[in-house]
C-alpha cells in the first residue's frame, strides 16, 4: 500500500503541528503519530512557553539567560533569533487559538522558572501543553489539507540511496516506510518533503518523566540513513519528578520553584545555597546534580520541594493539576513538602541542523526535540523547548515552501517494503528484556554523574544488544516494539559515543574523569554519521 503527500509530517506535537498549519494552504499533509493524536510530550508540559512579552525584559536579557544555561556552548546567532521571533511566535499560537492565563488586570500572567533572570513564561496555569495540544489539533482537524494517521509508527526513511542500492551524494529524502499498528501492515508514504519531529529519547533512561512515545525515533531513523546528529551527550534530566511508588514519574513543574519553592533535606533543611548563588532558580543541570548529590552523600531516596510558604488559596488555583494529582497519592502540598527526585527530561542534542530546520539530507527536515538547532547548547533554558517548536516549524515550513516551487529533477520509483521470509515471532519476552536491560544500564552508567569507566562499560553492553536486536529484527515480523527496541538501543549508542568524545564537564555531561571545562578544545559541538 502506498501513500502520496506533498509534506509529510512524523509527530504531532507543537513543531509538528505548527508546521503543518503553516504549509497546509500550500499541499497536502500526511501526520503519522504513534499513538493518539495529543499523545505527545507538548501535551505533557506543565510549566510555560518563554518569550520576552514585557517592558520590563529585553531581546538581549532573554539571549544571555539562554547562553549561560546552554554553559555558552550555544550558537548566540541561533539564540538571538530564535529569541527575537518569540512575540510572533506566540501571536500565531493566539491566533491558533491557544487561551494563557491572564492577571487580574487581563495582562498575560507571566511567570519565572530556573535560568530566567526576568518573569517571561505565559502559561495555561500549570497545563500549558494540554491546551496548546488542544488548540493545534482543532486548527488542524479543521484543515482539508490536513490528514492524520494515528496509530502510525515511522520504521524508517526512504532515501534516493535506499532505492538506488548505493550511495548518492547528496542523499534525498523520498518519504517513509511507516507501520499501520492496528492492520499490521507496513505503509510506503512518499513526499516531496519530510519533517522528523517526533519528539525526545527519555525512554531510553528506566527513570523518565517523559511519554512512553519518547523512544528517539526521529533521530535513530536519520541517523541510519546517513544525516549527522550532534551533541548527543546532554540529557537533561529534570530536577524535580514525584517520587511515589505509585506515581509513573510525574512531573513537578519548575513554576513551582519559580513561584518560591524550597528544595530542603528530609530534616527540613534548604541546601541550594550551598551549590549556587542562584539557590533554588539555578539552571536544571546545576539543580539536577545537587538533589543526586545530596541523596547519594544522606543514603536518602529523595529530597524535599517546599511551596508551603505561599498562601493555599494561590497554590490551588496557580498549581490545579500537580495540586490535585498529588493529593491524589495522600500528598497536600499546601501543608507538606512534596518528595521528588530527578528524571530524564528532555533531549538537547539531536539530528544536526540549519537555521531553517534542514537536515544533510535534501529534502529532510528535523524540528523541535529531535533536532539539534544550537539553540540549547550543553543544557536547556526552561520553557525554551515550546519557543524552538514553534519558530522552527515557521521556518522549515518557509523553506520547505521555496523548495516545492524550486524545480526538482523526477523522483525515482519507490520500491513497497520487502518482509522477506520474516515470521510472526512468539517470543516478545527478548524484546520486553533487551528494553529493560538498556533502560537500566543507561540509568547507572550514562547517567547525571558519569566515568569513563562506565561509559565503556556501557558501550559494550549495548553494542551485544544491539547485535541480538539485528538478529531478531530481520529475522521477525516488524512490530511497534521491535520498532521502538531498536531505536532506543540506537540512540543509546550515540548518547555514550559522544559522552566519551567530550572530554570535559559541561552543563549536561559531568564526568568525574574530566570535572572541568575547556574552552580551549571543547566549546564545540560532537557528531556522529553512520558510515556506509
Known sequence: MKQTSDFLV???????????????????VSIVTKREVSETATNLAQGGIASVFSEEDSFEAHVEDTMKAGAWLSDTGIVKMVVESGPQ?????????????????????????????????????????????RALV?????????????????????????????????DRCLGAYVLDIENK??????ARITVLATGGAGKVYLYTCNPDVATGDGVAMAYRAG?????????????????????KSFLISEAVRGEGAILKRSDGTPFMAQYHELKDLAPRDIVA???????KIRGDDCVFLDITNKDAAYIKDRFPNIYETCLGYGIDITREPIPVVPAAHYLCGGVAVDSWGQSDIENL?????????????????????????????????????????????????????????ATDSDEEVVVAHNWDEIRRCMWNYVGIVRSNKRLVRALRRIQMIQEEIADYYWDFTVT????????????AEMIVRCALERKESRGLHYTIDYPETDNIHWKKSTTVCKVF
Not at 546534580?289 to 541523596?295: K, Q, S, T, Y
Not at 543544557?379 to 523547548?385: F, Q, V
Not at 511497534?480 to 540512540?491: C, F, G, H, W, Y
Open 10 to 28: 512524523i509527530g504531532s506535537g507543537i513543531a509538528g503541528l505548527s508546521y503543518a498549519l503553516k504549509v497546509a494552504a500550500h499541499g497536502t
Open 89 to 133: 511566535a506566540i501571536t500565531d499560537l493566539i491566533d491558533w487559538g491557544v487561551k494563557f492565563s491572564r492577571n487580574e488586570a487581563n495582562e498575560y500572567d507571566l511567570t519565572r522558572e530556573g535560568g530566567h533572570s526576568q518573569r517571561r513564561i505565559l502559561h495555561a496555569k500549570d497545563m500549558t501543553g494540554q491546551e496548546i495540544e
Open 138 to 170: 482543532a486548527a488542524a482537524e479543521k484543515h482539508p489539507n490536513i490528514t492524520f494517521y494515528e496509530h502510525h509508527i515511522a520504521v524508517d526513511l526512504i532515501t534516493e540511496a535506499k532505492i538506488k542500492h548505493r550511495r548518492v551524494k547528496p
Open 185 to 190: 501492515e507496513v505503509i510506503t508514504f512518499g
Open 227 to 247: 544525516a549527522t546528529v550532534a551533541n548527543m551527550e546532554f540529557m537533561q534530566f529534570h530536577p524535580t519528578t514525584l517520587y511515589h511508588p505509585l506515581a
Open 289 to 295: 546534580r545537587a538533589i543526586d548529590n545530596e541523596m
Open 365 to 421: 527536515f528535523a524540528i523541535g526535540e529531535t533536532s539539534c538547532t544550537g539553540l540549547h547548547g550543553a543544557n536547556r533554558l526552561a520553557s525554551n523547548s515550546l519557543l524552538e517548536g514553534v519558530v522552527y516549524g515557521d521556518r522549515a515550513a518557509q523553506k520547505s515552501l521555496e523548495l516545492i516551487t524550486d524545480k526538482q529533477s523526477p523522483f525515482p520509483p519507490i520500491e513497497p517494503w520487502d518482509s522477506g521470509n
Open 480 to 491: 511497534s516494539d521491535l520498532v521502538e527496541l531498536r531505536n532506543i538501543a540506537t540512540v
